[in-house]
């Protein structure tokens, strides 16, 4: 059986390795799927969740138990995204998923078959591309903000948790995010066939 989160952390605390670990396996797939959110690829995700267990454990002694230690290590994430955002802000990313232009027109990289209809599978895939190229071009305090509430779910009150903002900072954010990605979205990428 498994001990208590609170336990582990504890443990964690004094230097116990494989409390370190059980935390890991605990957390692992929800940070990575956050980090897949603020990065919006998985290889600058493993990156950043690996990140984000090496800054947790390394301080994992300020961890003061007034605050859900998930939570604690979603703030941990958005810390270390803002700051490499801001660090290469020069740098313009290049996602292996999205399509290449040639003289032709655009190179898709070939899907696996799955059990969906084909054309349902082609719809969900150009929306999600869509929406994550809208959401790359926003400006990061927008992206994270968005990602927190709409895509994991979180309450205002949690997100000015993890990110440090105030109540209405995190409101005014979430507000001109959504007004940004509707127009990101309206520039001319919606075609009706």
Known sequence: MIPPVEELIKKA???DLSACE??????QDRVFTHCCHLTG????AQDLAQDVFVQAFNKINSFRFNANFGTWLHRIAVNLWINHVRRNRKVTPLSLDEPLSN???LLFKELAASQENPEAEMERREL???LSSALDRLHY?????????ELEGYSYEEISNITGW???TVKSRIYRGRKALK???TRGQWIDY
Do not use: M, T
Request: net charge negative; proline share 0%; aromatic share 8%.
């Open 141 to 149: 305090d927008y992206r994270v903000a968005l990602v927190l509430r």
């Open 166 to 168: 105030s109540l209405g």
């Open 13 to 15: 605390q004094q230097h």
């Open 128 to 130: 999600k591309d869509l």
């Open 183 to 185: 127009k990101e979205l």
């Open 103 to 105: 003289e032709e027109g």
């Open 22 to 27: 059980e935390l890991i396996e605990l957390y």
């Open 41 to 44: 690829n998985e290889y600058d």
